[in-house]
């Protein structure tokens, strides 16, 4: 079935420094969400992307979707200690459910 | 967030009781999902429910029965678990099947 591989695993970053978290497929997808899971919660909606090359914007965040639709990328600029936590993306194509990623549990050291 | 409920918030289970997990959602969606979290594979998807209909099965062993009576409502039936199905249980709704999903606060199930 298919797969989205997300990377990486884990980061540790200082307060202020950048993150990203990227997220592949084999295959083309018709869409790409972006989920947050705060520690000891349950994943939460930020995003959804549909459009070859989207790139939109919240506060610190700016979400982008490959030209080819098979890759995502989620950035955070100068992190804050609110922001730890575990970001998941999920891709939906074709007929088949929303397929998650394994996620990239962010550490934000103060 | 009250969008999706899901009780009860905690569960320990013996090996050889039957409990069942009860998940509501109040937005009107169709679809309905259960997934399993533990620290082996974050989200595993269990089981999708379109129109009250089950369109998923992801080989999830029949220990776990799930039952859709409206789609308003989804239950899993749970009798002779393992330990290693103690995980974090979560519940959630779309509109349709390939919409934003609104995830319940999950039961944390332990089996003992």
């Known amino acids: 079935g298919q797969q989205v591989m997300q990377i990486p695993q884990y980061q540790h970053v200082q307060e202020g420094e950048d993150f990203t978290t990227y997220c592949n497929s084999s295959?083309?997808?018709?869409?790409i969400q972006w989920y947050k899971q705060r520690p000891g919660g349950h994943p939460v909606f930020l995003i959804q992307?549909?459009?070859?090359?989207e790139v939109k914007k919240q506060k610190r965040l700016t979400f982008q979707f490959g030209e080819a639709k098979k890759n995502s990328s989620l950035h955070i600029t100068a992190t804050q200690t609110t922001d730890v936590g575990t970001y998941f993306c999920?891709?939906?194509?074709?007929?088949?459910?929303?397929?998650f990623g394994k996620g990239t549990r962010l550490s934000v050291i103060a | 967030e009250t969008g999706v409920t899901q009780t009860p918030r905690h569960l320990v289970m013996g090996m050889t009781n039957k409990k069942s997990l009860k998940c509501e959602q109040h937005?009107?969606?169709?679809?309905m999902y259960w997934y399993k979290q533990s620290a082996k594979k974050p989200l595993e998807l269990m089981f999708v429910?379109?129109?009250?209909?089950?369109?998923e099965n992801n080989s999830v062993p029949s220990r776990f029965s799930p039952e859709c009576p409206n789609s308003s409502h989804l239950f899993l039936h749970l009798h002779t678990l393992q330990p290693e199905d103690s995980a974090l249980y979560l519940c959630?709704?779309?509109?349709?099947?390939?919409?934003?999903?609104?995830f319940g606060p999950g039961t944390r199930l332990t089996v003992l």
């Open positions: 959630a709704s779309s509109l349709y099947r390939a919409d934003t999903q609104y």
């Open positions: 295959t083309t997808l018709s869409n």
């Open positions: 992307l549909v459009k070859s090359g």
């Open positions: 999920a891709a939906y194509s074709g007929n088949t459910p929303l397929v």
């Open positions: 937005l009107g969606h169709n679809a």
């Open positions: 429910y379109s129109l009250e209909e089950r369109v």
